[in-house]
């Protein structure tokens, strides 16, 4: 038993590592909860062939072109910045300060020299050279960040929450060339209104307490049922989330719930021996880390989500009142005692013949 507690423990706690490790450079900028929200109000003038969509709330722009047509996409001098053939490839501009700056969402990219020469050279009316095309997606669909459209700075806007922002922003524009006629994508911005977490830190004390007093007469079990049940849950809504990032964003909204809710179901298994206990405690661990990752859902007004916004924070909410809950029945409920180890057995008295 000892052997089979210590292979599931160190197995869990292994592959959790293994997921932080590998996740972070993916989970370095995706779409997150925050506190504004983008929509692009239409093209102007009218053009066939070509969708503009903001995604993740205000993080991403996406345009998706038809096969046929041929788009440019100019970046922050004025230089062309992404093409999209009539054959659905897109290209970008190394040559594009863009190209380095929409790395991330605050623009934080190392521009090389030569890119930065193209540009301001571009931008005094003078190039100096070809852009140089690189292929980056097929499919004619392509999303990015532009800092035109989301809000850069640390300082709140100096409009009131539940309007919109102005200035740059009102509108804010992306200049296309659409087969080399000029047209842009405009749009604005919504400084949102706040959103109290107070509702659902209250839901996850009830329910905390509604499972603890529901568990007393069979502890684990209970506690592995009701993991179970909102492992499952937070695995839609981290998926969800996960989605809203172009490409996916950090595994880790889904994985997480997605290895919790195996590991309750194995507690619910063995829900008479240690080793169920132990399972549990490993899923709360999982469950309890992957709220506390989510934790904003419940502070932010805007979610990147295609769910609806009570269901991602209800879901949170629940993972955390269960998580305390269920390591609580587990720890008190008496199923958690190890056998005595050999060090701990009375030793036998030597007596000389």
Known sequence: MIRSMRTLT??????????????????????????????????TPAVDGVTATVEGGDAFIGLSVDPGHEVVVAGYQGE?????????????????????????????????????????????????AEPEWVDIATGGSYAWHDHRTHWMQEASPSVARGEYVDGAYDPW?????VDG??????????????????????LAVAAAIVLGVVGRRAPVPVA????????????????????????GGNPLLWVLPAVAAVLAAVGLAFARRAAGSVAVLAAVALLSGWALLRFSVLTKPILPT??????????????????????????????????ALDDDEPRTPVTSG
């Open 181 to 202: 006629t000029e047209a842009t994508v405009e749009g604005r911005l919504l400084y949102a209104e706040t959103t109290s977490p107070l509702p659902w830190i209250a």
């Open 10 to 43: 160190r197995i869990t706690f292994l592959g959790l590592a293994l997921l932080v490790a590998t996740a972070a450079p993916a989970a370095a900028d995706n779409a997150r909860p925050g506190d504004y929200e983008s929509e692009v109000t239409g093209i």
């Open 80 to 128: 062309p910045y992404l093409r999209f053939l009539d054959d659905g490839t897109v290209q970008r501009n190394a040559l594009s300060q863009a190209t380095y700056l929409n790395e991330d969402r605050q623009g934080g990219g190392e521009i090389p020299p030569a890119a930065s020469d193209y540009s301001t050279a571009f931008l005094e009316g003078e190039p100096t």
């Open 306 to 339: 295609s769910l609806p916004p009570a269901f991602d924070r209800a879901t949170v909410a629940l993972a955390l009142g269960t998580s305390l809950a269920a390591a609580y029945l587990v720890v008190t409920g008496g199923t958690l005692a190890l056998p």
């Open 224 to 247: 592995a049922g009701a993991l179970l049940v909102v492992s499952l849950a937070g695995l839609v809504s981290g998926r969800a989330e996960w989605s809203a990032t172009p490409g």
């Open 173 to 177: 524009r992306i200049p296309l060339e």
